[in-house]
């Protein structure tokens, strides 16, 4: 696999490292919000929702579209809720080994 393609990778799942911008994604899924909405939302100020929403499109993962004085967002490729719900049973099967793992252990 070529570097560039490598590093192309990393960079774009350290977009998807933070929490809030996961909360975002996960937003934009029921559907393009302004940032006052994922603000209301996820009751933190603005400007942090703002500050993410500019990691996010910095690595072309959402869309901002100018509506007037506001900004709609949207996600740029809907394959991303996909990306979002493959982590998702891979944590739950990660979590389903732990607790057997430990009801195995209280056996013993």
């Not at 990660?94 to 209280?106: A, C, F, K, P, Y």
């Amino acid at each position: 696999m070529p570097q560039e393609l490598q590093t192309f990778k990393a960079e774009f799942f350290k977009a998807l490292s933070n929490p809030l911008r996961i909360r975002i994604l996960e937003l934009l899924r029921e559907g393009d919000k302004y940032v006052h909405e994922l603000q209301e939302h996820m009751g933190v100020d603005s400007a942090v929702v703002s500050q993410q929403l500019a990691i996010l499109r910095n690595k072309n993962i959402v869309l901002g579209i100018k509506d007037g004085t506001k900004v709609m967002y949207s996600v740029r490729d809907p394959l991303l809720f996909d990306l979002l719900d493959i982590a998702k049973r891979i944590f739950n099967n990660s979590l389903n080994d732990t607790i057997q793992m430990l009801q195995d252990m209280n056996r013993d």
